[in-house]
């Protein structure tokens, strides 16, 4: 991994959307796509992912997005995003983790635990992120992104999405990479520091998720001020 990439070489990058399906996988997709990169979506069934890839590229006019199963998807890119529910977090990630090795992990997983998911809940490992970067090992790099992103507007490439995103790693070239991967989504990355403050960044989605029901709106963020000049 390299701090500095031109704009034609990160495009030259395939993503793979791990749990791609969903809404908040697939919109990430979507907005990848239509900023040029090669995305793949993964799904335990790859005939849906193949079904959410067409309606992408539907969108998008083209075919620009690809489907098939999760370690497929997985071993055919360069940055793998983990998109799924908590319950499929641990299972999912040992299911691809020989494909992971070398790779940028982006773990976009939130430890919900319903019926109350307005209410914070530390798992076991006290972050997600944290229990992936325990399973995969030190040959993975992850990076901790997009909990705290609505997925009401992730589909509407028109709408400027209005949240910051908290990228948080050990790593602090594949924080990089991934920040500029936050950019090309339409959004704004923030140097969130080590992974360990994944357990702030990923408690603050239930927060959010109390705010949206308590004032009957649907795609409450955030916003960190004071860095006018510095956000890039």
Not at 56 to 80: C, E, H, M, P, R
Not at 82 to 109: E, F, Q, R
Request: hydrophobic share 45%; charged share 20%.
């Amino acid at each position: 991994m390299t701090t500095e990439k031109s704009t034609s070489e990160l495009l030259l990058l395939s993503i793979a959307v791990v749990g791609g399906t969903g809404k908040e996988g697939s919109g990430l997709a979507l907005r990848w796509a239509h900023s040029g990169y090669r995305v793949i979506i993964g799904s335990r069934d790859a005939a849906k992912a193949e079904a959410t890839a067409e309606e992408l590229n539907a969108q998008l006019g083209g075919k620009y997005v690809l489907g098939t199963d999760n370690l497929s998807a997985a071993q055919q890119a360069d940055i793998v995003v983990l998109s799924v529910p908590y319950s499929a977090h641990k299972d999912t990630l040992n299911a691809i983790k020989s494909a992971l090795v070398g790779k940028i992990l982006i773990d976009v997983t939130v430890p919900l635990k319903p019926p109350s998911i307005r209410t914070v809940h530390l798992p076991e490992g006290h972050a997600a992120a944290l229990e992936a970067q325990k399973i995969l090992g030190d040959a993975t790099h992850v990076v901790a992104a997009f909990q705290n992103v609505s997925a009401v507007h992730l589909k509407d490439l028109d709408k400027k999405v209005e949240c910051d995103v908290l990228v948080c790693s050990d790593h602090a070239e594949a924080k990089a990479d991934v920040i500029r991967l936050v950019e090309a989504s339409g959004m704004v990355g923030i140097d969130a520091g080590p992974l360990a403050n994944a357990i702030a960044v990923e408690s603050l989605t239930p927060v959010l998720l109390y705010i949206n029901k308590h004032y009957g709106v649907k795609s409450s963020g955030i916003r960190i001020t004071g860095l006018d000049g510095h956000k890039s």
